[in-house]
């Protein structure tokens, strides 16, 4: 009888052994659930979602303006591309030609820009109405020209202006208008100006021959760059 104890007594003593190399080898995963969320969450995307709180900030802000927009859904388009927090920008003070998706602050600080900067300028260097900005769009999945690094544009975070049409006609374009006469390359340098003080990068003409004909905003790097 004291054999089979000895017996059994071995077994499950051998059976406790297995198990406890066996979560001794498991030791990895033995992570509280929330720790264990933490350490498999994916990277942060590269700009904030539609869901996020700073979406909900930025919308709000954005209706300040009297804009209608329309709250699209967050997206990855592959090659680094995305559109995260993005809105379809439908009617502002303005209207604009050529607009597409964009994050929700390149939204908000050109709804601003349009009010605050260009409206005024167009009354004071031409005596007139705005009427029109005409753009080359926002979302574009490339790379920077020049560069092997991703545009601004691929992450729907930049825009592209191209003109302005006044009420009485005349429209005022980048491309003509930068070294035309005196009162278009007073009334184009201040509304890069006013961009500067909205957008962390604002390029022209005078930056490289391949913005002859546009004015390039965005929101992306850390900002402070104006030329």
Not at 208 to 214: G, K
Request: hydrophobic content about 40%; some cysteine.
């Amino acid at each position: 009888m004291g054999v089979m104890v000895c017996l059994k007594w071995g077994r499950e003593l051998g059976l406790a052994l297995i198990a406890a190399l066996m979560l001794s080898a498991c030791a990895g995963d033995m992570i509280p659930a929330g720790k264990r969320a933490q350490a498999r969450k994916p990277s942060t995307p590269p700009r904030y979602g539609v869901n996020s709180a700073e979406f909900r900030q930025c919308a709000a802000k954005l209706s300040s303006l009297g804009a209608r927009f329309t709250p699209l859904p967050d997206r990855s388009f592959g090659g680094g591309c995305t559109a995260y927090g993005a809105v379809q920008l439908d009617q502002i003070n303005v209207p604009v030609q050529g607009l597409g998706v964009m994050t929700c602050p390149v939204a908000q600080n050109f709804a601003a820009w349009a009010l605050y900067g260009v409206a005024p300028a167009a009354r004071i260097y031409f005596g007139v109405e705005l009427v029109r900005i005409d753009t080359f769009g926002t979302y574009n999945c490339r790379v920077i020209a020049g560069s092997s690094r991703l545009s601004e544009h691929g992450r729907a975070n930049a825009i592209d202006i191209s003109g302005f049409l006044l009420a009485d006609g005349r429209r005022i374009s980048v491309q003509n208008g930068w070294n035309g006469d005196a009162a278009s390359q007073a009334f184009l340098r201040a509304v890069r100006t006013s961009a500067c003080r909205r957008f962390r990068t604002v390029l022209s003409p005078d930056y490289n021959a391949a913005h002859h004909d546009h004015l390039h905003f965005d929101m992306g790097g850390r900002g402070g760059y104006c030329r």
